[in-house]
């Protein structure tokens, strides 16, 4: 397999109800999708499927590698300061160093999790996904809690992810900026 993410002939019923059918898509190196549709369309629910935590109700999705994935959880220890939080999901150390520069945290990393702003937790949040040095991101409203610094540094993020070899899979209501793919869900 040479893309990152591929689904074929995808469907996903949740609660009874068929959210999508018939998705297919593929990511490879440097790609970005924009998955875009109203409350209830099934975004979420795509990248849950992207991410291999829910299974297609019909089809395949087939990963080329590691994902990392930034939805409504935090999904970093509270109790830890935030340096130690993100070291648990940090690939080499200079991936740590960077996405706390990415995002603005280097003068946080002593500070627990708990005690940080909801703005500075979202900036923690992404800064996950970027430690991770996982070639494929999957963002669930990357940009809900984002100040327009914080939402400049995830554009420049995502632009250098992309120029490595990375690509990107987006949820979101807010526009994402050029260079982006797009699928409608809920049409």
Partial sequence: ??????????????????????????????????????????????????????????????????????????????????EAALSFWAGPREHLLGALAAFDLARLVRVPVRLLSTGQARRARLA??????????????????????GAARLADAIAAHRTAGGAVLAASHQPLGDGWSRLELGR
């Fill in 128 to 149: 996950r996904v970027v430690a991770s040095a996982a070639p494929l991101w999957l963002l669930d409203e990357p940009l809900n809690g984002l100040d327009s610094e």
């Fill in 1 to 82: 397999m040479s893309s990152l993410l591929r689904f074929d002939g995808v469907a996903c019923i949740r609660g009874g109800r068929l959210l999508f059918e018939g998705v297919d898509l593929s990511l490879g190196c440097g790609d970005a999708l924009h998955l875009v549709g109203p409350n209830g369309s099934g975004k979420s629910s795509l990248i849950r499927l992207a991410a291999g935590l829910l299974k297609p109700a019909a089809g395949t999705v087939e990963r080329g590698g590691r994902v990392a994935l930034a939805d409504e959880h935090l999904a970093l220890d509270r109790e830890l300061v935030l």
